[in-house]
Structure formats: structure tokens, C-alpha cells
């Protein structure tokens, strides 16, 4: 039986991945770059990237879909063209995260309704301040 794609609705959504492994390798440099080729490739190719957060070995976003959009394929096209382009520019990261993925391959989502989305982008802002004050 074929798999079937998942559907999503139109609106918002809270996006969570993270780095291959959970390495803490998204600092400094590397973050700066990162962030960079979110927003070129999302401005290229039309995503809609309201927001986003980088930690060390995580990233949250807060994404538009339009009715004829897969998040599937824009966050497998956002995550792909990203890791192509750090490679490029970081060769010996391939080396520190031990595998020639820069991301993990799944990702986590949620729906946002539109009058929640205010709440949502103070969450991914506050990611630093949180994980600060989390035990352990």
C-alpha cells in the first residue's frame, strides 16, 4: 500500500528540527551562516519564514502555508539547500556532526491559528531565556 502525504492545511505552524545527533554545532560562524541561507532560500523560493531561532543544536520556526503548499517540501528543500550551502563553506563540519547530514531528517510540527501566532513567535524569541532556566 502506498504511503500517503500528509496534508496540511492552510495557515500557520510551529517547525522544530534539529541538528544530526543533537551536536551543538549551530554557534557562532556557523549560526550566522545558517541563518543566512534560511532567509535567501526562503525569500528565493518563496517560503513563508515569518520567524525562527537558532540554539546550538535546534532551530524553531514559525512558517506560512498558502493552500497549494507542502510543509513537507518546503522544510525538505529548506533543510537540504542549507545543509549543501554549509558544507560548501564549512568542510570540516562533516567531520564533527559524523555523518554527511547536516540535519536530522524528521521534523516537528504544529498548527498555529492565527489569533495563537503572537503567543507562538514570543515562545521561539524566548528559546535562550527558556532553555536557560530549564533543570538539569
Same mark, same amino acid.
Given at each position: ?55 546550538? /543544536?535546534? #532551530?524553531?520556526?514559525? !512558517? $506560512?502555508?498558502?493552500? @497549494? ?12 539547500r542549507t545543509a549543501r550551502e554549509i558544507f560548501k563553506e564549512f568542510d570540516w563540519l562533516r567531520m564533527d556532526?559524523?555523518a554527511n547530514r547536516l540535519w536530522t531528517k524528521s521534523f516537528g510540527s504544529s498548527y498555529v491559528p492565527a489569533?495563537?501566532? /503572537?503567543? #507562538?513567535?514570543?515562545? !521561539? $524569541?524566548?528559546?535562550? @531565556? ?7
Amino acid at each position: 500500500m502506498a504511503k500517503q502525504k500528509k496534508r496540511h492545511i492552510p495557515g500557520f505552524y510551529h517547525v522544530t528540527f534539529s541538528s544530526k545527533s543533537r551536536r551543538g554545532v549551530l554557534v557562532g560562524t556557523v549560526k550566522e551562516r545558517v541563518a543566512f541561507w534560511f532567509e535567501t532560500i526562503a525569500e528565493d523560493k518563496g517560503i513563508g519564514l515569518i520567524e525562527y531561532f537558532i540554539m546550538p /543544536d535546534h #532551530v524553531h520556526m514559525l !512558517i $506560512r502555508l498558502r493552500a @497549494e503548499e507542502n510543509l513537507s517540501y518546503w522544510m525538505q528543500l529548506l533543510k537540504g539547500r542549507t545543509a549543501r550551502e554549509i558544507f560548501k563553506e564549512f568542510d570540516w563540519l562533516r567531520m564533527d556532526v559524523g555523518a554527511n547530514r547536516l540535519w536530522t531528517k524528521s521534523f516537528g510540527s504544529s498548527y498555529v491559528p492565527a489569533e495563537k501566532t /503572537d503567543v #507562538v513567535l514570543r515562545y !521561539i $524569541r524566548r528559546q535562550e @531565556e527558556i532553555h536557560r532556566n530549564r533543570p538539569g
